[in-house]
């Protein structure tokens, strides 16, 4: 079991920055991705970013260059810093984790953080 907590959500104006945190606690050793994927009510859930334990980072195209995604082994916490904010990236953000396990790969998911961006 990997249990995750986030925090760092608020209210910022656009162009304005925010940082995300994610704690994660439980079976780290088996976690092979941990990410963001944010989702606006009525919408599906989408990927944001994700970073493996070897460090190689995956981002959707609408926050290239915007977001920077990170993971401190040592702390076990993956963070999500957010520049250049656009009202469009309000929205509840996750943090996930995914175990590799016997029967194949687990995804967590943390309570959500919100982010709202007010033009």
């Known amino acids: 079991q990997v249990q995750l907590v986030e925090s760092g959500g608020g209210l910022v104006q656009a162009g304005g920055s925010l940082t995300l945190s994610c704690a994660a606690s439980g079976s780290i050793n088996r976690v092979i991705y941990m990410g963001w994927y944010r989702q606006v009510l009525g919408k599906q859930r989408e990927l944001v970013a994700t970073?493996?334990?070897?460090?190689?980072?995956n981002y959707a195209d609408s926050v290239k260059g915007r977001f920077t995604i990170s993971r401190d082994h040592a702390k076990n916490t993956v963070s999500l810093q957010m520049n250049s904010l656009k009202p469009e990236d309000t929205s509840v953000y996750y943090c996930n984790a995914d175990e590799a396990t016997a029967l194949g790969i687990r995804r967590y998911w943390g309570q959500g953080t919100q982010v709202t961006v007010s033009s």
């Open positions: 970073i493996t334990t070897s460090g190689s980072t």
